[in-house]
């Protein structure tokens, strides 16, 4: 296959905090381009049958880290998806590569005034929060950024709702295909 031909048909790939939106804007964006929705947590919990927090205290952060990239490994090889991934996988370095490498990295950021009174709908559900205080989680959370900077495209989504953002990426896109792809 040639680049012309591979660059409509790459899987989009959504990274950003967690909390940023990934999983809403993610499924927003499979629908509009008519594609399959993958969200990495969602193929972990229904592979497990119990919700992400369980699988933590079930098997722990390190083997829950191993899932996630056995999984993101096997759907970045695919072509035509749209693909959510949880905000702490590219902490490892071969969820990077294998995504820059094969998909279109689509990183959502926020500030972090927009992202802390989003914190009280999110904590219940994401285990790396649980037990940090406020001092701690900003820490996290602008020590991630610096993982994020490795993307194809960038969007600051505050005060932008998820339909928006979805919007947004899928007119994004579409020039992309036009500049790279004309015919
Ligand atoms: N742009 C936004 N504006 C307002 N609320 C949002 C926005 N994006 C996401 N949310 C809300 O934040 C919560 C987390 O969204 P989610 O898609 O699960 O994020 P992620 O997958 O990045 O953790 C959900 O309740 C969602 O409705
Ligand atoms: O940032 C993280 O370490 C995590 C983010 C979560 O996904 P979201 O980013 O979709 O919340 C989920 O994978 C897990 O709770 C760990
Ligand atoms: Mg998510």
């Given at each position: 296959m040639n680049n012309?031909?591979?660059i409509r048909e790459k899987s989009i790939v959504i990274i950003g905090f967690m909390?940023?939106?990934k999983t809403t804007v993610g499924e927003l964006v499979a629908k509009k381009l008519y594609r399959d929705f993958i969200d990495i947590d969602r193929v972990i919990e229904n592979s497990f049958n119990i919700p992400i927090v369980d699988v933590f205290k079930l098997i722990g952060e390190k083997s829950f880290r191993q899932k996630e990239k056995e999984i993101i490994k096997e759907y970045c090889a695919q072509k035509l998806k749209v693909i959510s991934l949880g905000g702490g996988a590219y902490l490892q370095e071969d969820i990077r590569k294998v995504t820059l490498e094969n998909c279109i990295v689509i990183f959502l950021d926020i500030t972090w005034e927009s992202w802390k009174e989003r914190l009280n709908i999110i904590i219940d559900s994401r285990p790396v929060l649980h037990g940090k205080?406020?001092?701690e989680?900003?820490?996290l959370f602008y020590k991630r950024q610096g993982i994020y900077k490795s993307h194809h495209s960038k969007l600051e989504t505050d005060n932008l709702n998820t339909i928006d953002i979805a919007d947004f990426i899928v007119e994004s896109l579409k020039i992309a295909y036009e500049m790279?792809?004309?015919n």
């Amino acid at each position: 296959m040639n680049n012309r031909e591979s660059i409509r048909e790459k899987s989009i790939v959504i990274i950003g905090f967690m909390g940023v939106g990934k999983t809403t804007v993610g499924e927003l964006v499979a629908k509009k381009l008519y594609r399959d929705f993958i969200d990495i947590d969602r193929v972990i919990e229904n592979s497990f049958n119990i919700p992400i927090v369980d699988v933590f205290k079930l098997i722990g952060e390190k083997s829950f880290r191993q899932k996630e990239k056995e999984i993101i490994k096997e759907y970045c090889a695919q072509k035509l998806k749209v693909i959510s991934l949880g905000g702490g996988a590219y902490l490892q370095e071969d969820i990077r590569k294998v995504t820059l490498e094969n998909c279109i990295v689509i990183f959502l950021d926020i500030t972090w005034e927009s992202w802390k009174e989003r914190l009280n709908i999110i904590i219940d559900s994401r285990p790396v929060l649980h037990g940090k205080t406020m001092e701690e989680i900003e820490e996290l959370f602008y020590k991630r950024q610096g993982i994020y900077k490795s993307h194809h495209s960038k969007l600051e989504t505050d005060n932008l709702n998820t339909i928006d953002i979805a919007d947004f990426i899928v007119e994004s896109l579409k020039i992309a295909y036009e500049m790279y792809d004309p015919n």
